[in-house]
Every structure is written in C-alpha cells, then in structure tokens.
C-alpha cells in the first residue's frame, strides 16, 4: 500500500526503539578517524566513537553521506508507490540537506526534503513527529508543515568546555582558542534560525552554571513542553544532573538522556552537553 515513509540522516538523536516502531529510514554520516572510516550506526556507535577521539592522533573528519545513498534509498522506499519526507541536520554545519536535494531531483520518487535547522535530538523530535502524522494518513505536505511546527517551537542549548576541538576543526582561531583555555573560558551556545550563536562566554564552571540557569528560565516561561532531550559528549554525570533539574520542573515530560552524535562531538569535544526541548 502506498503511503509516506520518513528518511533522515543518522545525527538524529533516536533511539533504537524508536526507529523500529515508527519504522524510519537512516542515511548514515561517515566518520574518518587515524585514517579508518567508520559508519555511523553501522560500524561505530556514538559510545565508542567517543573513546577512538579521545585517543586519536589528530581530529576526526566527518562525511555528510554519499549521493549516492539517498538515491538509492529513495528510489527504494517508492518502488510501492509510496512517497518520502526527508528530514536532515541543519544545514550550516553539514552538506546533507544539499545531497538529500539533489537526490530528490534525481530519483523517480516524489521526495520532499526538510532542513530541520537543527540536530541531534532537536532533529529526533522533528522525524518522531513526521512520522506519527505519517502513520495517521497526513499527505506529504501536512507532514512538512507538522515537522516545520515543530521546529519553529524547538530550542537548543549548547555547553563547551574545552575549545581543543572547537580550534582544531577551525571554527576559531588557534590564538583565541589558547589564550581561551589559559584563561579557563567556557561557552554556551544556542541554535537561533539554524545557526549555531555564542549566548554566553566567561570564565570557569559559574559561567555553565549561569548559562544553564538561563536555559532553565526560558524552558519555565515557554509554555507545554512535549519532550525534552538532554545529550552530551563523554560526560554522562553532567548530562544526568541537568537531566534531573528538569525532571524535577517538568515530572510529566519524558526525558532522553544520550551520547552525542560524531559530528557535534566531533566539533564541541569531551565534555560538552545540550539541552533541547520544544512545546506545543
């Protein structure tokens, strides 16, 4: 019978369990790291990719997926007569949404792609949501406008707390970078319009604090909160303490607390955390 079926990119912060009941389709991101190339979800979990980075020489690269991969997924899934939604990571850090697009032109599917402007679990909450109006018989374009909802109602915070990787991938200068962890500097990021923006910068664990602190008092302001998600990058005592804070403002929201996808570990380092969340 067909019907619509979900494709996103393997950032997403899903669980397994997830990905089966709602039956979504992952294209995944590459990983190279010493020289090896590991598959996301197929050859390396985001646990043991964080014990290989740790340890590696230099800072591991990233790959968006071939487009190749898209294609051949899409042509696929429409070999029923079914059509796709494709959500991916946002696309100012990765050029998934460029070869989702692509693929898109190229496939005899009907495929229509989203930029979610996001990623991790903030772009898991978009697909769940996709995927729920998918299976209650919502056409292509309802499920785009449901998970375009969505996103206009997300947030997502960001702690880093080493700026090794955030110099090394050349996201700021190795000056800055060095007089930055000389002087013990911490910064909290948020994702505004699909851009990644520094909200915060001081020096030592009160400036996380404070930050967190903030993110705490816009979550009380927002409204119904439907989920919340709380990921991190080695640092699960970290991510279980914000974890509780927010259980305890918000007992009836679930919470998911996980290990970080490579790329955001990748660019953020040990120790960051995020906490997403959106209302409706």
């Not at 019978?1 to 709602?22: F, R, Y």
């Not at 100012?92 to 792609?113: C, F, H, M, Y």
């Not at 990787?165 to 050349?170: D, S």
Request: with cysteine; net charge negative; hydrophobic share 40%.
């Amino acid at each position: 019978m067909a019907n619509v079926k979900i494709v996103t990119d393997s950032s997403a912060g899903l669980t397994e369990d997830e990905i089966k009941e709602h039956h979504i389709n992952i294209v995944p991101l590459s990983v190279m790291i010493d020289g090896t190339v590991y598959v996301e979800r197929e050859t390396i979990t985001n646990e043991q990719f964080m014990e290989k980075m740790i340890d590696a020489d230099t800072l591991p690269k990233t790959s968006q997926p071939p487009l190749g991969k898209f294609v051949d997924l899409f042509d696929e899934l429409g070999k029923d007569g079914s059509e796709v939604v494709c959500i991916t990571m946002m696309e100012s850090i990765s050029g998934t949404v460029d070869a989702a697009r692509q693929a898109a032109q190229l496939t005899s599917t009907n495929v229509k792609v989203v930029d979610s402007q996001t990623t991790d679990r903030g772009l898991a909450f978009q697909v769940l949501a996709a995927a729920e109006a998918a299976e209650n018989g919502a056409t292509p374009d309802e499920i785009v406008a449901k998970t375009i909802e969505v996103r206009d109602h997300s947030r997502l915070f960001m702690g880093v707390i080493k700026l090794d990787n955030l110099v090394a991938g050349g996201r700021i200068s190795r000056a800055a970078g060095l007089v930055s962890n000389l002087l013990n500097i911490k910064i909290g990021l948020e994702v505004i319009d699909g851009k990644i923006e520094v909200t915060t910068k001081g020096r030592g664990m009160k400036t996380i604090t404070k930050f967190l602190d903030m993110a705490y008092g816009e979550m009380q302001k927002a409204g119904h909160i439907a989920s919340i998600g709380v990921s991190h990058a080695g640092a699960p005592e970290t991510a279980e303490k914000i974890a509780s804070h927010v259980h305890e403002l918000f007992p009836n929201v679930p919470v998911v607390v996980r290990q970080t996808v490579p790329i955001i570990a990748t660019h953020a380092g040990q120790g960051a955390f995020a906490l997403m969340y959106y209302t409706d």
